[in-house]
């Protein structure tokens, strides 16, 4: 039981762990005039999507229209904008997509509340018939009965 | 009831699963529907002394159809546009998106134009003003400059009769 378990856990993990996006190759980045905008940009763009090949980061892709936003991104770090800045620039043009990490409000809070919910129904679930068992068997045991089960196992 | 419990709820799981098999990944839901179509000012291919500017089309209904010559789906689409066009449907307006090798002019001298302007974005900023993920890609804005609808993929008769068509009449155009 207990290796089938962790065989379990690892089959559902592996796959997590392959997609995480910080497993992803890091593009080799042409521009690196400048070491602290090139590393803020790797540092962002690593959760963002490219919306070309979509399980990639942006920082990883090699397509076309992620290399144009990288050049965008770069531009406006240069310009003095903050990272929440050049985030809120990308999630206009195209919505949360872009984001790994999907902000908390109204229509993600059934993703983020999900598995908690769960866990309190199957926990719900768990104590519910752990009660039961435990009601099963106080059944209150006829006197009777019990003196004569002893009696039958005293005569073997 | 109890003993159909996880038979209902393993039902429950699949009918989630098989919608989400048969979702398309690429229509990625855009932030612009029902907002102001961003402004731009473009030069015109073949042209580029005139330019266009969405300002122009106030009053109308119209498409901007986003395309490049180098994009084979949008040759599958260029026939239906044609038809469109020749039919009197609706001003459509060509954004020639990161045409790099400027084939544009010529490609559309060879099989016909249906668009009543083609803005030339070469470096894909407008492109990205507008959200564009890759070609083609078709935005619906209404008279006041709105952006009603926007379509990822070519367009063909289908698409247009089930998905345009609709919105065209809820707009009275």
């Known amino acids: ?156 | 009831m109890k003993r159909w419990l996880p038979l209902i709820l393993f039902v429950a799981l699949v009918g989630f699963f098989a919608k989400g098999l048969f979702l398309n990944p690429r229509e990625v839901p855009s932030p612009f529907i029902g907002r102001q179509a961003p402004a731009f000012t473009l030069p015109l291919v073949g042209n580029a002394n005139a330019s266009f500017s969405p300002v122009e089309m106030k009053g109308k209904v119209w498409m901007m159809n986003v395309w490049a010559p180098w994009c084979v789906s949008c040759r599958q689409e260029h026939g239906f546009l044609m038809q469109l066009t020749q039919a009197g449907a609706l001003p459509i307006v060509g954004l020639n998106w990161k045409d790099k090798d400027r084939e544009a002019a010529q490609l559309l001298t060879q099989t016909g134009n249906p668009y009543v302007a083609v803005p030339e974005d070469l470096d894909g900023r407008v492109g990205i003003d507008y959200g564009v993920t890759g070609t083609p890609e078709t935005y619906l804005i209404d008279q006041k400059g709105i952006v009603q609808l926007k379509h990822i993929g070519p367009i063909d008769a289908d698409v247009w009769k089930n998905k345009f068509e609709p919105k065209l009449k809820e707009l009275g155009a």
């Open chain 1, 1 to 156: 039981m207990k290796h089938f378990l962790t065989a379990m856990l690892l089959a559902f993990s592996l796959p997590v762990l392959a997609n995480a996006p910080a497993d992803a190759p890091k593009e080799a980045l042409p521009n690196a005039d400048d070491p602290v905008i090139e590393q803020r940009l790797v540092n962002l763009a690593e959760d963002l999507r490219c919306l070309v090949c979509q399980n990639e980061s942006l920082a990883g892709s090699h397509a076309e229209l992620a290399e144009d936003l990288r050049r965008e991104i770069r531009g406006q770090m240069k310009s003095g904008k903050s990272d929440k800045e050049v985030i809120e620039y990308l999630t206009t043009r195209y919505g949360d997509f872009v984001l790994y990490r999907p902000p908390f409000k109204p229509v993600t809070y059934l993703l983020w509340l999900g598995p908690v919910l769960f866990l309190g129904i199957g926990g719900g679930a768990w104590v519910m018939t752990l009660r039961r068992r435990r009601a099963a068997q106080s059944i209150p045991v006829d006197e009777k009965k019990l003196a004569a089960a002893a009696q039958l196992l005293e005569e073997k």
